[in-house]
């Protein structure tokens, strides 16, 4: 709309100042205006000023292969022979997946959801990277990030059964592994892995229900063994006299659990045997 009532302003003063002064002063007049509005927006193209948590890629404006990147601050841009392809995002970007296909050291397909969060650093990009990742950096790096973690997770889990992957303490080791593989891989193309959490490990329906079976029995067996362990203690506090009383009513319990009973004799019977065998 400006730009409309400038150019309008423009004409009529243009008009005004020919048929006073004679057009080819006029001529001249619009042709140094043209050339101060060329000048101003060649200056304005070629300033580039980047906030501190923005870097630029630069390319070559004929042909579009890589020239530089810029750094946070004021800087200079060619309009004749540079364009700023993309501006470039420096703080901490998220991206979250779920990797599926992976599988442990016995062939157990798993499921494994995650998040992940990285940021781009364009001064670590290395030399033989920067055709590449110049052509990357155009669009989004959410790709190249899942890709890597998918195939840093099927690394390390196809070292692992399944028992390990749902051990204690498994998901920290896990993470800490992943994110080992993926900053060997990343790191001199300038993406900084800052942070992996796994969220969940999903595993086949009849896997999950025979660790939780093989989980449950070695609780009762810890349970048992500790057990053992308290009556081991309190045995050993027994004299041999209670041992012996204590093995009697072991023997006669399990006697009576087999259908076995015991009838011990009354206090009158004892008197009555007595008493026959004085008659004697």
């Not at 990147?69 to 841009?77: D, E, I, Q």
Request: hydrophobic share 45%.
């Amino acid at each position: 709309m400006w730009k409309t009532i400038f150019l309008g302003l423009a004409l009529g003063i243009s008009l005004i100042i020919g048929v006073n002064l004679g057009w080819v002063i006029t001529f001249g007049a619009i042709i140094f205006a043209l050339l101060l509005g060329i000048g101003f927006k060649l200056s304005q193209d070629s300033v580039l000023v980047l906030g501190e948590l923005e870097a630029a890629l630069v390319v070559n404006k004929q042909t579009g292969n890589f020239a530089r990147f810029l750094a946070p601050g004021r800087h200079w841009v060619d309009p004749f022979t540079e364009v700023v392809a993309k501006k470039l995002p420096l703080n901490s970007q998220s991206v979250k997946a779920t990797s599926d296909g992976i599988q442990t050291s016995g062939g157990i397909p798993i499921k494994v959801s995650w998040q992940a969060s990285y940021a781009i650093r364009p001064e670590k990009i290395n030399q033989s990277h920067l055709a590449n990742m110049s052509r990357a950096l155009k669009g989004s790096l959410d790709g190249m990030v899942q890709k890597r973690i998918s195939a840093a997770l099927q690394h390390v889990a196809g070292n692992l059964t399944p028992h390990e992957l749902t051990a204690q303490g498994s998901v920290k080791r896990l993470e800490r592994q992943v994110k080992q593989i993926c900053k060997a891989k990343l790191d001199d193309k300038g993406v900084k892995i800052n942070e992996i959490l796994i969220t969940n490990v999903q595993l086949p329906r009849h896997v999950r229900e025979t660790l939780e079976s093989a989980h449950e029995r070695e609780l009762l067996a810890d349970q048992e063994a500790r057990i053992l362990e308290r009556l081991h203690k309190v045995i050993s506090t027994f004299s041999s006299e209670e041992m012996d009383r204590l093995l009697e009513l072991e023997r006669i319990q399990l006697l009576g659990r087999n259908g076995v009973t015991m009838v011990m004799p009354s206090h009158g019977n004892q008197l009555d045997n007595r008493t026959a065998h004085f008659k004697r």
